[in-house]
């Protein structure tokens, strides 16, 4: 065939293609040596067929190659050919324009030769728009797609997956220095970083939305809509009147009239509500705190929204993912903690996939579950599940309400806040799901450093090392998840990303306002704005551009790597020149030249002194001296740190 004999002219050898093409052999459709592929969307099973000589010509047999197969690694390859992928339209838009930029930059050999710098250029002669007569740049979102791009065939290459691919990536912080002066020539740099995106909602609003969602998933309100439902599923159809005579009930302390039919309901509803509330029998029942039905529906369509503020903000949840929850999905352990198997669609292209939640998300979890308007049924999404629903006219009082839409229920939760506590805290406007995973980035990085109230603090501190809790920071957790969804959950903490550059916006800050920072990063802050006449934009981005590499978060501090000491990072990797930060211990960071630990973390690496000692005595006693002597250095490097702390020679600003 014509395609090996390309191959062969390009130099490539008969095991390699022997190689590239032995998965071939079984499949009956999308085989490398076809021009026409079918594929088929994984949520609406739609089928699309295209043709590669029409959407990518002119281009080279091997990275023609390249481009099939990693369009069958981003999607779910079946045996036999079949390919499940929801944005295969996105890919060939990006093979598109990388043959666009290898032209651009006239460069004519095979990816794997390329250097970084001539990858670099990719990008950089690339990222004024073609078509535009005003000789724009292209978004900072296109540009973050590029480099994603590039990234991953790099990361297929080197893993002998691409029959060729680039073995020098150049780091995100270093191409957005390398594009900033292009694109501040027209435009505001901030601005185009931040263009773009979602963002996240802002933290003061983002706090209080958990604030008050926790409020009222644990409100006495919650306890007594939850005894309304499980008393309305049992006792339907209900009269429309009834309401109004508890109501009228428990303004008159719960004392009844002379007994009538509908009085044998009321004195029904009244035994079993302290029996619910576990109330003695000849002691008063709680006043009732709904005025009508209608106040009842008001109050049910805010707990659901309030338990998906909760849910999107501490797990990072995909919209996706909350769609695909059902009831009989969950299995709760003894531990609290909830395991379940969901169908997720964009993040495992309809493979089911193993999650964990646990406390406040399965605390939210559970409040919703306990007002099932329809238990019978577990084939029911929990968290758009039926409101109740108030019709005047209507004597069954329990159907389908009106705020199904997540848009909707998050919108109706803001618009509560603003009501609540004013203009200030105006967002619903701008309110959208895809915003709380940038929100749990936020959360996440400061699960540590105290500036997020206890219940956050708490959440995390009792989930570290959990699945959902470290998704988007920990890359040892990935395993078993597709690389897309891997690049965009980490890419959030990622050197130069927007929530890194805004969270040491925020240090800067706080160092001015006088707080102290320790470690060796956190004296360098210090020093840097006491040398500031001036704290202004300029000066602050001078100090953020001194930074590089991804932010991680651990119980003794944060690392966060500056371009001038990254080479002495102890988790330094010669061989890839970066600072494996996400396999840091303590025995590393202790005594690092990029930790930057606060006032707060120096309990926890008080726990881990005394935890080290407690492990050195076993070990000495065990004749175990070389490990022993290891955990004595933990012992020193935890004792330097406290000696900091109560010394505060964070010193101050």
């Not at 690694?73 to 045996?79: A, I, L, P, T």
């Not at 957005?176 to 003061?204: F, H, M, Q, R």
């Amino acid at each position: 065939m014509k395609i090996y004999e390309d191959l062969k002219i390009d130099g490539f050898s008969e095991n390699i293609i022997g190689e590239t093409f032995l998965p071939d052999s079984l499949q009956k459709i999308n085989r490398l040596s076809d021009d026409e592929w079918t594929v088929t969307h994984p949520a609406t099973l739609e089928e699309n067929t295209f043709r590669w000589s029409e959407q990518v010509p002119l281009v080279t047999t091997a990275n023609l190659i390249l481009f099939k197969q990693y369009m069958r690694s981003r999607g779910k390859s079946e045996v036999n050919g079949r390919l499940i992928i929801k944005n295969h339209q996105d890919h060939l838009n990006q093979a598109r324009w990388l043959l666009h930029a290898i032209g651009e930059i006239g460069v004519i050999k095979r990816l794997h030769e390329f250097t970084q710098d001539e990858v670099l250029s990719l990008i950089t002669k690339t990222i004024r728009n073609r078509k535009s007569v005003l000789n724009s740049v292209a978004a900072h979102s296109t540009i973050e797609k590029r480099w994603h791009f590039i990234s991953r065939i790099s990361q297929g290459y080197l893993s002998s997956s691409y029959i060729d691919g680039f073995t020098d990536v150049p780091p995100y912080p270093s191409v957005l220095e390398a594009l900033k002066p292009i694109v501040s020539e027209a435009n505001d740099w901030a601005t185009w970083l931040a263009e773009g995106s979602y963002g996240s909602v802002p933290l003061p609003i983002a706090m209080t939305y958990i604030d008050e969602a926790i409020e009222i998933i644990r409100s006495p309100n919650k306890r007594w809509y939850e005894f309304l439902t499980l008393f309305f599923r049992e006792n339907q159809p209900v009269s429309s009147t009834f309401l109004y005579q508890i109501v009228r009930a428990s303004n008159r302390k719960w004392e009844l009239p002379a007994a009538r039919q509908k009085t044998q309901l009321m004195k029904k509803f009244i035994a079993e509500a302290k029996v619910f509330f576990e109330i003695e029998p000849d002691k008063q029942l709680h006043e009732f705190p709904f005025t009508d039905g209608y106040d009842i529906e008001n109050f049910s369509c805010l707990l659901h929204a309030a338990a998906l503020i909760i849910f999107f903000s501490v797990t990072g949840a995909r919209r996706s993912e909350i769609h695909s929850i059902q009831d009989d999905d969950l299995i709760k352990g003894n531990d609290g903690k909830y395991k379940f198997k969901s169908d997720i669609k964009k993040t495992n292209h309809s493979i089911s996939t193993v999650r964990h939640i646990a406390g406040l998300a399965a605390e939210a979890y559970d409040a919703i579950k306990s007002v099932k308007l329809f238990p019978e049924s577990d084939q029911i999404n929990i968290f758009i599940q039926t409101t109740f629903k108030w019709n005047n006219a209507k004597e069954k009082t329990i159907y389908h309400g009106s705020y199904q839409n997540i848009p909707i229920r998050l919108k109706l939760f803001a618009e509560y806040i603003e009501k609540k506590y004013g203009e200030e805290f105006s967002y619903s406007e701008d309110i959208s799901p895809h915003q709380f995973r940038h929100t749990f980035a936020e959360f996440a990085l400061r699960r540590f450093d105290g500036n997020v109230f206890s219940a956050i603090r708490d959440h995390f501190r009792h989930n570290y090392g959990s699945f959902m809790t470290n998704h988007y920071i920990r890359r040892k957790i990935y395993e078993g998840l597709e690389s897309e969804d891997i690049n965009e959950l980490s890419d959030l903490l990622k050197g130069g990303s927007t929530v890194v550059r805004d969270y040491i916006k925020e240090l800067i800050k706080r160092t001015a306002d006088g707080e102290k920072m320790f470690g060796a990063t956190g004296q360098w802050i210090m020093e840097r704005v006491r040398n500031i006449k001036f704290l202004n934009p300029q000066t602050i981005e001078e100090i953020i551009n001194d930074f590089d590499g991804e932010l991680h978060p651990h119980e003794y501090g944060i690392c966060l790597v500056r371009k001038e000491t990254k080479m002495q990072a102890k988790c330094f990797d010669k061989s890839t020149g970066t600072a494996k930060t996400e396999e840091a211990r303590w025995n590393l960071c202790g005594n690092c030249a990029n930790r930057l630990s606060f006032g707060n973390n120096r309990d926890a690496i008080m726990r881990i002194g005394m935890k080290s000692q407690e492990h050195a005595e076993s070990f000495k006693k065990a004749g175990l001296t070389a490990i022993a002597d290891i955990e004595t250095q933990n012992i020193k490097l935890a004792m330097a740190a406290i000696n900091e702390f109560d010394k505060g020679e964070g010193g101050d600003v």
